[in-house]
């Protein structure tokens, strides 16, 4: 049951290498969130999902960024070339979307250190 | 655009003192107002949301806030601070028409025994 899960929980690697993260959003909840908090800073909102709608990319820092929904459900946020300024934790959270007003679930988050 | 600020990135008060966490948004129209607290090495939860229904909203843990269009504010409170309350908090902002929500930078709430 459950909760929004996140895979891996800690990733290392090398700058400029490519990493890939996992959402797995609570079942039937048509809307999904990436979110970033870095230490010391707030949520910076990354990107968007709603059903079978073209994602919000707005928060994207840059095209090295990118993320997919397969099926409306699990997501996958990419990040080309690595950088330093990369390590942060990445969150994710999903709502049902009934309304503005939605709770969003958090998922426990995936913390990236970049070397 | 909407926007959200913190007063306070570190908020220290002694166990059973009144705890004060400010929040000052910013919208273009009549927002929807959040706060979520994230206790150590766990994920984020909603502690409570306004919705236009009341403008007192009572959260879990004995918190509430209260929206005040006027100074265009919802300061989250509890009478009374309890040790379990050291935690993350953040507010956040939701525009009717927008899909995303704006979190603020969030306040760190320390309590002294």
């Known amino acids: 049951g459950a909760g929004v899960s996140q895979s891996p929980s800690n990733k290392v690697t090398e700058k400029g290498k490519d990493v890939e993260l996992r959402c797995d959003p609570i079942s039937g909840h048509t809307a999904l969130y990436w979110y970033r908090q870095s230490l010391g800073q707030g949520l910076e909102f990354l990107i968007y999902f709603q059903g079978n709608s073209a994602p919000d990319k707005s928060g994207l820092p840059s095209d090295r960024f990118s993320a997919e929904r397969t099926g409306g459900s699990v997501s996958t946020l990419t990040i080309q070339r690595t950088q330093q300024e990369d390590s942060a934790v990445y969150l994710c959270a999903s709502t049902l979307d009934r309304g503005p007003t939605d709770t969003q679930y958090f998922g426990p988050g995936t913390r990236l250190t970049v070397l | 655009a909407q926007s959200v600020t913190q007063l306070g990135s570190h908020v220290s008060v002694s166990e059973g003192a009144l705890v004060l966490l400010r929040c000052n948004y910013s919208?273009?129209?009549?927002?929807?107002l959040f706060w979520y607290v994230q206790y150590p090495n766990q994920g984020l939860q909603l502690l409570l949301k306004y919705t236009s229904a009341a403008t007192l909203v009572k959260g879990i843990n004995g918190f509430e806030a209260e929206f005040k269009k006027s100074e265009t504010s919802f300061h989250l409170t509890k009478p009374s601070a309890h040790m379990s309350d050291a935690a993350e908090y953040f507010c956040?902002?939701?525009?009717?028409?927008?899909?995303?929500?704006?979190f603020g930078s969030g306040t760190r709430l320390s309590i002294r025994p």
């Open positions: 956040a902002v939701k525009a009717s028409s927008a899909s995303k929500i704006i």
């Open positions: 919208s273009s129209v009549p927002p929807y």
